[in-house]
Nanobody
Framework: QLELVESGGGLVQPGGSLRLSCVAS????????IGWFRQAPGKEREAVAC????????HYEYSVEGRSTISRENVKNTVWLQMNSLKSEDTAVYYC?????????????????WGQGTQVTVSS
């Protein structure tokens, strides 16, 4: 059973940066697309970015495009989300998710294994 654990969240000032990590256990990530999602208080969960199983294709939602980079290293069973120029509206719980049939090209859909999330708070 694939398990995902996120880390790297915390409190950061506006304009700052964070690097979130998603480490998998129980199975290799080699065959899974990985997505990062977030849920702010009172709002629905939304996609942030996703990456194909080989790392050759990525997709970013408009809200983070140009400020974030998703990357992976399958040997380490790890995926990262680097976020820069953080804004207060980036405050949310961030989740990573894996999908054997997860879509990347048409948006981040079809992800079935989820981590527990890591809190990101952007505030001065």
């Amino acid at each position: 059973q694939l398990e995902l654990v996120e880390s790297g969240g915390g409190l950061v000032q506006p304009g700052g940066s964070l690097r979130l990590s998603c480490v998998a256990s129980g199975s290799s990530l080699d065959y899974y697309a990985i997505g990062w999602f977030r849920q702010a208080p009172g709002k629905e969960r939304e996609a942030v970015a996703c990456i194909s199983s080989t790392g050759t294709r990525t997709h970013y939602e408009y809200s983070v495009e140009g400020r974030s980079t998703i990357s992976r290293e399958n040997v380490k069973n790890t995926v990262w989300l680097q976020m820069n120029s953080l804004k207060s509206e980036d405050t949310a719980v961030y989740y990573c998710a894996a999908g054997a049939y997860g879509s990347v090209d048409s948006g981040c859909v079809g992800y079935t294994y989820w981590g527990q999330g890591t809190q990101v708070t952007v505030s001065s």
